[in-house]
């Protein structure tokens, strides 16, 4: 079993449709990440977060240490927001290494 | 201010080469840490590097090796090529701080494919 698990692994929706991606895992971790990936390979960090919930635009995070849980939303979303979403966790042990989740490839439709 | 830079964005070599991959580090940021995406996959970690020496490593080979130089760029440096290793390897920078976990920021990556 993966430290990180992400749900759906894969998303089609619709222009102006509420998504939400899921993260779980099962490490004591410092933070966690959700990164974005555009075909070609370049990746964007979106968030990190410890607890809590943050915001940017039409992006907002969650998380639970709790239940060791992260959700990334996007309300309404649109054609460019056609991307892999990964979640990514940053571990106790250790220096700076990020443990990756398979990735989440959404596919907004016009 | 640049960010993370990678080098060279493709790579097309056969079995057994050796093969080298550069990244220069975000402005001010002093750590660099590899990661090796194959197809339809999450990256996963390497090595990271800090003050010159490896600092972590993840479960690569002894044919995966590094280097970082004193103005904090690293090479990725990878012998006997295999056909496994065709990947997309990504660099990702930070800034060293030991009491918080900082962002790293990623390059545009290495498109690496062994024939």
Known sequence: KNEVEQSPQNLTAQEGEFITINCSYSVG?????????HPGGGIVSLFMLSSGKKKHGRLIATI???????SLHITASHPRDSAVYICAVRLFQGAQKLVF??????TINP | DAGVTQSPTHLIKTRGQQVTLRCSPKSGHDTVSWYQQALGQGPQF?????EEEERQRGNFPDRFSGHQFPNYSS?????ALLLGDSALYLCASSLERRLAADTQYFGPG??????
């Open chain 2, 46 to 50: 390497i090595f990271q590097y800090y």
């Open chain 1, 64 to 70: 639970n240490i709790q239940e060791k849980h992260s």
């Open chain 1, 101 to 106: 989740g398979q990735g989440t490839r959404l």
């Open chain 2, 75 to 79: 090479e990725l440096n990878v012998n």
């Open chain 2, 110 to 115: 290495t498109r690496l494919t062994v024939l």
């Open chain 1, 29 to 37: 971790i410092s933070a966690l990440h959700w990164l974005q990936q």
